[in-house]
């Protein structure tokens, strides 16, 4: 079995390297992940001047000959006229990271998004009236001012307005992780992801810390309040418990217990939300179509997401952000040591 998975990676990979490098030119020109590199150089027999040099480029037309009349290597010389040496080959286009990508580039790219970022910029006043007119919000002025030194009027121009600087750019779009996510929706609509039902009420819950504990949200609410409201001992205490600084206890002007103590801000905070979450769903590195096993099928996957430039996390073994043959040697590790 191990030997049958080693000849399977083994012409895996090979397909893989041989994806641009054993293309001709027209099956490189017809695949979107490759660049046909024009490598020709035009050479002439004449231009060597021993047999063994000459002779090492017969297949070219050239040989060494005798001619009458020739001085130079006792009358011989190479003789067959110009030649070209096609060294053209194919390579593999290098995907640009989303930071060196165009607008354009950017918006076909699954794994990037552009970030607008405009700013208005004044017009530089010192600007001659071509670099004035060249930005677009910007307008030459001219007009006469007195010029008390010389006594007369002079032109005096400037450069006025305001003008657009795109600072726009490409970035990687990051991956939410699935305990950032809150709705429902979004949670659901990412494979690694589950929605986990609350079994919970958040209203029931009477402090900050059970809030929090429970996914719940703490809403933190008060308002102005006076110790003389509370007409009951356990009122008075229940005020005191909650922001007050109230004292049941004998009042000799209305001749009874009452609640004293002035106003105090009330703390009627509370408990409030779903305590339903997002959790990642637990999987085995390497387990690409989530079989709770690691085999041969899972390597054909990594294979695919290689050839079409995808990315899966599950697949990263090395968690490099970056799916190639180290994942997939990884893999064929785990398959070939039985580690699952």
Known sequence: MSYKIFLLLFSLLSFMYSQCIDYSELDCNNNENCDWIEDITTMNCSNFNGSSSCESYSNYGCSWEFSWGGWQNYGSSCVGGSFQIDNSYCQEIEMPECSEMMESECASNSGCEWIEDIELENCYFAWSESNCQAHDGCEWECEMIWDSSLWQDVLVCDCEGQY?????????????????????SDCNSSEQCNWVEGQVNCNNLENELQCSYNNC????????????????????????????????????????????????????????????????????????????????????????????????????????????????????????????
């Open 164 to 184: 657009q600087v795109d600072n726009g750019y490409c970035q990687e779009i990051s991956v939410q992780e699935c305990s950032e996510i809150e709705s429902e």
């Open 217 to 340: 949200d703490w809403i933190e609410d008060y308002e102005w309040s006076a110790c003389s409201n509370y007409n009951s001992a356990s009122e008075c205490s229940w005020a005191n418990a909650n922001g007050g600084n109230c004292d049941w206890s004998w009042n000799s002007t209305q001749w009874q217990d009452t609640c004293s103590g002035g106003s105090f801000q009330l703390d009627t905070s509370y408990c409030f939300g779903d305590s339903s979450f997002c959790e990642e769903i637990n999987y085995f590195l390497g387990d690409i179509n989530n079989d709770s096993n690691i085999n041969i099928q899972d390597v054909i996957q990594v294979v695919n997401l290689i050839l079409n430039q995808e990315y899966n996390n599950i697949a990263d073994m090395n968690n490099d952000q970056i799916i190639n043959v180290i994942d997939v040697i990884q893999i064929i590790d785990i398959i070939l040591n039985g580690e699952i």
